[in-house]
C-alpha cells in the first residue's frame, strides 16, 4: 500500500480525529518548541544549556513523549528569545 492511500484511508478514520483533537494542545507545544529553537539555530543541546533544561526534556517534548509543563515551555521560549503565550480559543 502507498504512503497516500494509507493516509487517506487513517484520515477517514472518525477515531483519528478524535485522538487528533485530544492531543492538539500536545501537538502545539512541540511544535513551537521545535520552530523556536530551529530559528534560532539552536540544538537541543545548545538550548538545554541556555534553558537550564535537561536535553532529554526537549527531546520527549519535541518528539511528543512528554507533556511539558508550563513553566518548561516558558523557559524554552525565554531562551529562544520568546515569550509562551497560551489561549483559549
Given at each position: 500500500?502507498?504512503?497516500?492511500?494509507?493516509?487517506?484511508?487513517?484520515?477517514?478514520?472518525?477515531?483519528?480525529?478524535?485522538?487528533?483533537?485530544?492531543?492538539?494542545?500536545?501537538?502545539?507545544a512541540m511544535r513551537a518548541?521545535?520552530?523556536?529553537?530551529?530559528?534560532?539555530?539552536?540544538?537541543?543541546?545548545e538550548l538545554a544549556a541556555v534553558a537550564?533544561?535537561?536535553?532529554?526534556?526537549?527531546?520527549?517534548?519535541?518528539?511528543?513523549?512528554?507533556?511539558?509543563?508550563?513553566?518548561?515551555?516558558?523557559?524554552?521560549?525565554?531562551?529562544?528569545?520568546?515569550?509562551?503565550?497560551?489561549?483559549?480559543?
Amino acid at each position: 500500500m502507498k504512503y497516500r492511500d494509507l493516509l487517506d484511508e487513517i484520515i477517514k478514520d472518525p477515531d483519528y480525529f478524535a485522538a487528533r483533537k485530544e492531543l492538539e494542545g500536545e501537538y502545539q507545544a512541540m511544535r513551537a518548541v521545535y520552530e523556536a529553537r530551529s530559528s534560532k539555530g539552536l540544538t537541543q543541546k545548545e538550548l538545554a544549556a541556555v534553558a537550564n533544561v535537561p536535553q532529554k526534556t526537549i527531546s520527549m517534548i519535541e518528539t511528543g513523549n512528554s507533556n511539558a509543563k508550563v513553566n518548561t515551555l516558558a523557559k524554552l521560549a525565554r531562551a529562544c528569545g520568546k515569550t509562551l503565550k497560551i489561549e483559549f480559543v
